[in-house]
């Protein structure tokens, strides 16, 4: 990823509303009687029945499901004490990772204390109104007494995530590279580099998880942390070692396993060259770890190696664990997070890791087919299953241990709220990035003199998503990005009508007359027709000089098509159009919303299959719903049989394809309603992701109406049964739909091949 500017970061903090996250109603607020059931009458009742029993806050409140991260600002990231202020937007980021992951609502608490005793009074004051407590960026040693004083005296889950959170990940990883080099627990010798809370933490882990506490070395700014030293911690006291090491590079000598929380670049190759055969190393520093990983595989290339980094393999980080451990805690409404319950945990995650990887994980990792081995041995964190595994797991093993207040007996149905929960709202966005920057393909914006596309491609170049090609007047786009400052630095421009593009426009004109001669095109017509953008720029993607063509931006969706029909050509009898609604609760693909105004039972047939095929390509497995007005012959029309007979036909000929229909949108969409109404239906009781529409009018006309009146984030068109990835753009799209359409289109470029 790129250097994110100073600029960059506070314009992405401050803009539109300031700060990342918001406070939302959950209940109707419409009416005078809904808001005399929120506030003043109503509200009342629930006080009395909590009054009277105060377990019943968790029935009447968001209690349940309300997380405080709470700090003092005195040792943020790798800033240090910067104050309780300059902390906030550290706390927010976390509240909204704990919304998308774990679908855990976040107050974040900033208190302007120093001292332990004050510190945990606050806190012990405003817990009433958390159903848990994440303590954040506490300076050490403050921030043990902290933990252990509030873990002790409320009675919710209270968790210090930059101990615990790191322990947990790197202890699953831990437990998977022994496991990968054949070596046990309780033999390893391992060096940490590092004695903060992290550090400490892990080892206290280590050791429960059966590491032997006298086989552990740890180093701070001082070197090696001995029993001679006057000047250590009672947390430090405690890994003391009596062995004659004075220096990280002494200690490195034959040991097993090095881990790193400390500061950049403070490990060498030749230290790592001292270490034992199969070596462990975790260098966790961030942003630069103790030694680069390149520097680590080649100084050993038998090790396992584990950094904080996303860019590399075995990425440690706590976003694995920390979510997921609270949602199990808060679901059994758990008094503590336990050490049953961490080493659960730990356990969880390292066996995900060893089982199969789900296809829109390997997706999201450029179609890579991950498997347990010495680069995955821990999960990704976009992996599905880490709500459903880690939460029950923790959940679990808060019953058995006895800090539980609330049984859960069903499983299965606990699973199934998990992934309700899950958030899958941006998920697609983000894999499609990680594709689209793995496999940056040339980008060919056709309307390159307009703001909104110059932008984006900006924004493109700037987050390593694509190489952007701009077509125009070179002057009016040097001019236009200078008065909007915009940053066109190694973007190519390409101006076709300037004097030194004649050969190339003569040369694209010579393989386009060959092609449309027999189509009334002159050589002189097929000249001119390569000085309009559309035309050269297909040319372009014609000839490998480009992998995607984008257009529509000013141009009507017939107009912007054209040219690239007339060149590049359909691979299939007939084109379909897809817009992506990226919702809570995972995508819906929208089909035919752009091509087909009312398509014949053939056409309607080839749409459902090039659909079926594109979503596949998204790595979903679609499970479709034709829509209508009617619901399974209920009315007898020409189109309603239209759709009846497209549905045996696929039936019949793809057995395994979930597909289903005539219905409405409602039974489509509200599988309890589907499955009251009509069990047989071939979809059961799965989640329609795919909606097909009888005719362009009633597709284009529902995508529209929901694109205005939600906040759903929305992608498309995606063109689907060109020979080559061709995109249409909507008139006046945004920067930010430009931006995701040519993310997408990188995607469907690269899947081609």
């Known amino acids: 990823m790129r250097d994110i500017s100073r600029r960059e970061a506070l314009d992405f903090h401050s803009k539109n509303r300031p700060g990342k996250i918001e406070v939302v109603p959950t209940k109707r607020y419409r009416t005078q009687r809904d808001l005399a059931l929120a506030y003043s009458p109503g509200v009342a009742e629930p006080c009395i029945s909590i009054s009277k029993r105060k377990s019943d806050v968790y029935k009447y409140t968001a209690k349940s499901n309300l997380v405080g991260v709470v700090t003092n600002g005195s040792a943020v990231l790798g800033l240090g004490d910067i104050g309780p202020e300059a902390a906030k937007p550290v706390m927010e980021g976390k509240g909204l990772l704990f919304k ?63 101990q615990h959170g790191t322990a947990i990940i790197s202890g699953a990883a831990l437990l998977n590279s022994l496991e990968l080099v054949n070596k046990k627990i309780d033999k390893i010798k391992i060096v940490v580099n590092g004695a903060g809370a992290a550090a400490i933490s892990c080892m206290q882990l280590y050791i429960r998880l059966g590491v032997k506490r006298k086989n552990i070395v740890l180093c701070d700014s001082k070197g090696v942390i001995s029993k001679n030293r006057t000047d250590l911690s009672k947390q430090k006291r405690s890994f003391a070692t009596s062995r004659n090491l004075k220096n990280l590079s002494q200690a490195m000598i034959n040991s097993d396993v090095f881990i790193g929380l400390s500061v950049g670049n403070v490990v060498t190759q030749k230290m790592l060259k001292t270490m034992s055969k199969k070596p462990i190393v975790f260098a966790m520093a961030n942003p630069d770890p103790e030694i680069s990983y390149n520097d680590a595989r080649k100084a050993r290339k038998d090790a396992i190696i584990a950094t904080g980094r996303s860019d590399f393999p075995n990425q440690v980080n706590n976003v694995l664990g920390f979510p997921y451990i609270f949602r199990g805690a808060l679901d059994v409404r758990a008094t503590q997070i336990n050490e049953s319950m961490k080493v659960a945990a730990v356990r969880a995650i390292a066996a995900i890791a060893k089982e199969p990887v789900p296809e829109d994980v390997n997706l999201a990792y450029h179609g890579k087919n991950l498997s347990f081995g010495q680069e995955y041995i821990i999960p990704k964190p976009n992996d599905p299953r880490l709500i459903t595994r880690v939460s029950a797991a923790v959940a679990k093993a808060a019953i058995k241990s006895g800090v539980a ?31 689209a920057k793995e496999n940056k393909k040339r980008v060919l914006f056709v309307e390159a003199d307009n703001y909104n596309v110059l932008k984006a491609a900006e924004i493109l170049k700037m987050e390593g998503l694509c190489d952007p090609m701009l077509l125009g007047n070179e002057g009016f786009i040097n001019s236009l990005s200078l008065e ?59 000839q490998n000089e480009a992998d995607v063509f984008l257009s529509g931006v000013t141009r009507s969706y017939p107009e912007a098509l054209r040219p690239a029909l007339e060149v590049v050509g359909k691979k299939t009898s007939i084109l379909a159009g897809i817009y992506i609604v990226v919702t809570k609760k995972g995508p819906i693909f929208f089909a035919d919303t752009t091509i087909n105004k009312n398509p014949s039972e053939d056409e309607l047939y080839e749409i459902c299959l090039l659909t079926i095929e594109a979503v596949k390509r998204f790595g979903i497995k679609p499970i479709i719903s034709i829509l209508s007005y009617s619901n399974f012959g209920s009315s007898k029309d020409v189109e309603t049989q239209q759709i009846q007979r497209v549905i045996d036909r696929i039936h019949k000929e793809y057995p395994s394809v979930l597909i289903d229909g005539e219905m409405q949108a409602n039974f489509a969409l509200n599988k309890n309603k589907r499955m009251g109404l009509f069990p047989f239906s071939k979809l059961k009781d799965k989640k329609v992701n795919t909606l097909v529409f009888p005719n362009l009018s009633s597709g284009n006309i529902s995508y529209k109406i929901l694109q205005e009146l939600s906040n759903f984030e929305t992608m498309g068109p995606v063109l689907l049964g060109m020979n080559k990835s061709v995109h249409i753009l909507q008139l006046e799209s945004s920067v930010n739909e430009i931006v995701h359409m040519a993310t997408i289109a990188s995607v469907d470029a690269h899947e081609r091949k």
């Open 484 to 542: 909007n400052g915009i940053d066109l630095s190694d973007i190519k421009i390409i101006d076709v009508k300037k004097a030194e593009m004649r050969e190339k426009r003569h040369e694209f004109a010579s393989i386009y007359y060959g092609m449309r001669q027999r189509k009334g095109i002159t050589l002189n017509q097929a000249r001119r027709m390569m000085r309009d953008r559309g035309y050269f720029g297909a040319m372009m993607l014609l």
């Open 100 to 162: 998308i992951y774990a679908d855990i609502d976040v107050f974040d608490i900033e208190l302007d204390v120093n001292d332990i005793e004050s510190f945990i009074a606050a806190v012990k004051a405003i817990a009433p109104t958390f159903g848990g407590i994440n303590l954040e960026d506490i300076k050490a040693p403050e921030c043990f007494e902290i933990e252990k004083r509030l873990s002790s005296e409320l009675s919710i889950p209270v968790m210090h995530d930059d």
């Open 405 to 435: 207040k609330k049984e859960i007996t069903n499983w299965d149905k606990y699973e199934e709220f998990l992934i309700d929960r899950l958030g899958l709202d941006n998920r697609l966005i983000r894999s499609f990035n990680r594709i």
